[in-house]
């Protein structure tokens, strides 16, 4: 079963770019790479999704290895509005199908 | 607006009560689960519902259980409560297609035991 590890927090600057990488050592070979943004008392938020190599959006930024035991989320030139908390989730669609959710980066953006 | 609805959006009730949850998944999402996130903790993932079959289970105590309809809103139960069953309690929405599955989450619905 898949097992995602994250930094519990990161500290960046108005305009710089933020990675935020997660671990996930057992990812199976049909496992999707998915993150998500939180503010306080709010649901998540969808960011973006990849299974390999680098996806981009209007948002962000993904990149997988290739052997895909990782995952970094790209954030280009940050604004205090990104000040959140961002997950990462593997879903395994084996035969036990799983959700696991990294436990959150709190990501804290200064001026 | 992500477009899943959540009702209540407050609950205080008791120690040993029970109470009913309910979600209302996007248009066209077939796949409901819900999730509990403590004060500062993580999600939670407690249960996946698909077409109204449960598809996958998380960390859901035998005090809970939930449901999906024919019309596919879903209702999560909690009964017996304790003090921390206390939290945020999300629904979200998917399509849950063989080859991707974005969740769209609900505003939540807050419940405090008392």
């Avoid at chain 1, 199976?28 to 996806?55: C, E, H, L, M």
């Avoid at chain 1, 959710?101 to 200064?110: C, F, N």
């Amino acid at each position: 079963l898949a097992k995602t590890t994250q930094p519990i927090s990161m500290d960046s600057y108005e305009g710089q770019e933020v990675n935020i990488t997660c671990s996930h050592n057992n990812i199976a070979t049909n496992d999707y790479i998915t993150w998500y943004q939180q503010f306080p008392s709010q649901g998540p938020r969808f960011i973006i999704q990849g299974y390999k190599t680098k996806v981009t959006n209007e948002v962000a930024s993904l990149f997988i290895p290739a052997d895909r035991k990782s995952s970094t989320l790209s954030l280009p030139r940050v604004s205090l509005s990104d000040t959140a908390v961002y997950y990462c989730l593997v879903g395994d669609r084996g035969s036990n199908y799983q959700l696991i959710w990294g436990a959150g980066t709190k990501l804290i953006i200064k001026p | 607006d992500s477009g899943v609805t959540q009702t209540p959006k407050h609950l205080i009730t008791a120690t040993g009560q029970r109470v009913t949850l309910r979600c209302s998944p996007r248009s066209g999402d077939l796949s409901v689960y819900w999730y509990q996130q403590s004060l500062d903790q993580g999600l939670q993932f407690l249960i996946q519902y698909y077409n109204g079959e449960e598809r996958a289970k998380g960390n859901i105590l035998e005090r809970f259980s939930a449901q999906q309809f024919p019309d596919l809103h879903s209702e999560l139960n909690l009964s017996s409560l304790e003090l921390g069953d206390s939290a945020l309690y999300f629904c979200a929405s998917s399509t849950w297609t063989a080859s991707t599955d974005t969740q769209y989450f609900g505003p939540g619905t807050r419940l405090t035991v008392l």
